[in-house]
């Protein structure tokens, strides 16, 4: 079960990243930047004596997840479609993560709410030892019965402290594997209904923005290299982290060399943008669950 120390930094880290989620998504205009959008996110986060728990993600339309703003890239916030902030804070280790979506202009305000009311029943229905199996169950039902489709490889986790996928994972259907799997009191975890009105798969995108340490040390990299990875190890431990961040201690013309030499030998996991395989457009939201002995509470309300 958590501490009371546990449970006050849970709580506070909740709070903050609520917060940045609502900031960000309050941002979202046609032609606003994705850059100062997401700078602006994990800026309040920071002011808030917390750090970002991974890049500000800012996803639009038929890009479901893991895109933020690169070295030199920045992609526009649209005239139309879904964007979905997707952030998260940690402090001292404790971590929150919650997401939400803004629909520009009314075509996909119907997806948009299907899947803000597959979370909240999510929510209503949340129970200690609740299993897995039921909770991708009314989030399919509500998002089919609105006519669009959940998103099947993308699901929640489970989180511990300095861990953003602590090694359960929460369907956003009923997958009969998860049947007498349940979710018991001492356990955090974020649930992220995706709904789509594509087919309901992603693929890999060609655009990576967004790395963490694998935990494997390279046996064969350049000095600077070899440099970047141990601030990355410093800072970030095995968080995920932004390309863009590094610009603040390294050279912008150096830095995609030196990730590249650090990919190849394993010690950066990247994270290329997933996108919805027909290209549908996708809308997203996301909850931290705190599983107590006699209650479920939501973190980032
Ligand atoms: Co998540």
């Not at 998260?88 to 929150?96: D, K, Q, R, T, V």
Request: aromatic fraction near 8%; include cysteine.
């Amino acid at each position: 079960m958590f501490t009371q120390e546990e449970m006050e930094n849970l709580l506070k880290a909740g709070r903050i990243g609520a917060e940045a989620r609502n900031i960000g998504a309050s941002l979202v205009k046609e032609g606003a930047s994705s850059r100062e959008i997401c700078e602006e996110v994990e800026g309040l986060i920071i002011k808030r004596g917390a750090k970002p728990a991974f890049p500000c993600n800012l996803s639009i339309n038929e890009i479901a997840a893991h895109y933020t703003p690169g070295l030199d890239d920045d992609l526009k916030i649209p005239g139309i479609g879904v964007v979905k902030i997707d952030v998260g804070a940690e402090l001292n280790g404790y971590i929150s993560d919650t997401a939400t979506s803004v629909a520009i202009g009314d075509s996909f305000k119907g997806l948009v709410s299907a899947v803000e009311r597959s979370l909240s029943s999510v929510v209503s229905l949340m129970k200690p030892n609740i299993s897995i199996y039921d909770v991708g169950k009314t989030i399919e039902k509500i998002i089919k019965e609105s006519g669009f489709r959940p998103i099947k490889n993308l699901t929640g986790h489970t989180i511990s402290r300095y861990n953003l996928h602590a090694g359960e994972s929460i369907p956003n259907y009923p997958d009969r594997t998860y049947f007498y799997k349940k979710l018991r009191p001492g356990t955090q975890v974020a649930i992220e209904p995706f709904g789509t009105t594509g087919r309901g798969y992603v693929v890999d995108g060609s655009i990576t923005n967004i790395y963490s340490f694998s935990g494997r040390n390279p046996k064969n990299v350049s000095g600077d290299a070899l440099n970047l990875l141990n601030y990355i190890k410093e800072k970030y431990k095995k968080l995920p982290f932004a390309s863009r961040w590094l610009l603040k201690e390294f050279e912008a013309s150096k830095v995609p060399r030196m990730i590249g030499e650090l990919v190849r030998q394993k010690a950066l996991i990247g994270y290329p943008v997933l996108i919805e395989v027909s290209k549908g457009m996708v809308a997203q939201f996301e909850h931290t669950f705190l599983v107590l002995q006699n209650e479920v509470v939501v973190t980032t309300k």
